[in-house]
């Protein structure tokens, strides 16, 4: 079965910094998406970023990029020029490439943005 | 921009009884998921729904759950007889296509389900 493990519960970092967010997943399949989701307080769950296992190259959206290692099945997600917009809930989901499948979550990261 | 909208946005029910909680999907989309999340653990998916059937379930859809798609509109997901394990955040989810490298699932704001 796939796991997506998230081991910081709580991060901060000040207005206008880069923070980067850890997430490591375990699974036996080969093609597969990795994602980082937003869920700001009271608000529903936004796709961040994507990277396909497929791309060797890290995914970027303006502000927001990807550390993937696929040997290592490490997929962080860093964050330049830290907003107060940017304070949420973050969560790392997996999904393997074959048909609507699921999404595997792990437990999320509360990034606190400090003025 | 079209979204995923839930109702209600919080539920609170005795042990035992039955509830209901709805979602309209974005239009266009045509499949349809939900997941739940137990404070402070993961989110869990429950069960994703295609062409009016059900695509794949969890161990935790067991048979006090159902999810039914009434009309063109609504997704719904019925708990038979609720339990004080059922409290938790219930997300649904649709995408418009099967999961390929596009296929984004937008999420609903949540249903929060409080059994007393």
């Known amino acids: 079965a796939q796991t997506v493990t998230q081991s910081q519960p709580e991060m901060s970092v000040q207005e206008a910094e880069t923070v980067t967010l850890s997430c490591t997943y375990d699974?036996?399949?080969?093609?597969?998406?990795l994602f980082w989701y937003k869920q700001p307080p009271s608000r529903q769950m936004i796709l961040v970023i994507r990277?396909?296992?497929?791309?060797?190259q890290n995914a970027t959206e303006n502000r927001f990029s990807v550390n993937f290692q696929k040997a290592a099945k490490s997929f962080s997600l860093k964050i330049s020029d830290s907003q107060l917009g940017d304070a949420a809930m973050y969560f790392c989901?997996?999904?393997?490439?074959?048909?609507?499948?699921?999404?595997?979550f792990g437990t999320g990261t509360r990034l606190t943005i400090i003025p | 921009e079209p979204e995923v909208t839930q109702t209600p946005s919080h539920q609170v029910t005795q042990m035992g009884q039955e509830v209901i909680l709805r979602c309209v999907p974005i239009?266009?989309?045509?499949?349809f998921y939900w997941y739940r999340q137990i404070l402070g653990q993961k989110v869990e998916f429950l069960v994703s729904?295609?062409?009016?059937?059900?695509?794949?379930k969890s161990e935790i859809f067991d048979d006090q759950f159902s999810v039914e798609r009434p009309d063109g509109s609504n997704f719904t997901l019925k708990i038979r007889s609720t339990k004080l394990e059922d409290s938790a955040m219930y997300f649904c989810?649709?995408?418009?296509?099967?999961?390929?490298?596009?296929?984004?699932?937008?999420f609903g704001p949540g249903t929060r389900l409080t059994v007393l």
């Open positions: 990277q396909e296992a497929y791309k060797q």
């Open positions: 699974t036996s399949e080969s093609d597969y998406y």
């Open positions: 989810a649709s995408a418009q296509g099967a999961g390929g490298p596009t296929d984004e699932q937008f």
């Open positions: 989901a997996y999904r393997i490439n074959f048909g609507n499948e699921k999404l595997t």
């Open positions: 729904f295609y062409n009016n059937e059900i695509s794949e």
């Open positions: 239009s266009n989309h045509l499949y």
